[in-house]
């Protein structure tokens, strides 16, 4: 992959069926192939779920996967975005309002997680937990 230009490896994520392949293009981070990637559509949750996992990754990448229109509802790929330390907290923030209260109650528990983020999801865990606004839907 090393060899090929960005226009190759932006053509090859949004056209291209090998799951090999698309790990490889997503591994190396490159924003502008990502979002390509995500427009791909063979692309599955799974193999979302693995990009926002990925450590360690360009925050400009985490961004654009949380701001793609098919992917950002996907509790799955939520959920390993606010995880992900390399996320920007501001990413994070933003997803909160949109997971489940089980969710929310395992992440304002997470030490590893920025402390605005955990504060925020024991904030609006305690809020639904006592009969508060549900979880908004998009």
């Keep these: 992959l090393s060899r090929l230009t960005l226009g190759h490896k932006k053509t090859l994520a949004r056209t291209?069926?090998?799951?090999?392949?698309?790990?490889?293009?997503?591994?190396?981070?490159?924003?502008?192939?990502?979002?390509e990637l995500l427009r791909n559509p063979l692309l599955t949750e799974p193999f979302a779920?693995?990009?926002?996992?990925?450590?360690?990754?360009?925050?400009e990448t985490l961004r654009l996967l949380a701001e793609s229109r098919r992917w950002r509802t996907r509790t799955a790929v939520m959920v390993a975005l606010v995880r992900n330390p390399f996320a920007e907290p501001a990413v994070a923030l933003k997803l909160l309002p949109f997971l489940p209260l089980g969710e929310l109650?395992?992440?304002?528990?997470?030490?590893?997680?920025h402390p605005l983020v955990r504060a925020t999801a024991a904030r609006l865990h305690a809020r639904r937990g006592l009969g508060g606004a549900p979880a908004p839907q998009e």
């Design 16 to 35: 291209h069926r090998d799951p090999d392949l698309l790990a490889r293009l997503a591994a190396e981070g490159e924003p502008t192939v990502v979002r």
């Design 49 to 59: 779920v693995r990009i926002a996992s990925r450590r360690p990754m360009r925050p």
């Design 105 to 113: 109650t395992d992440l304002a528990a997470d030490g590893a997680l």
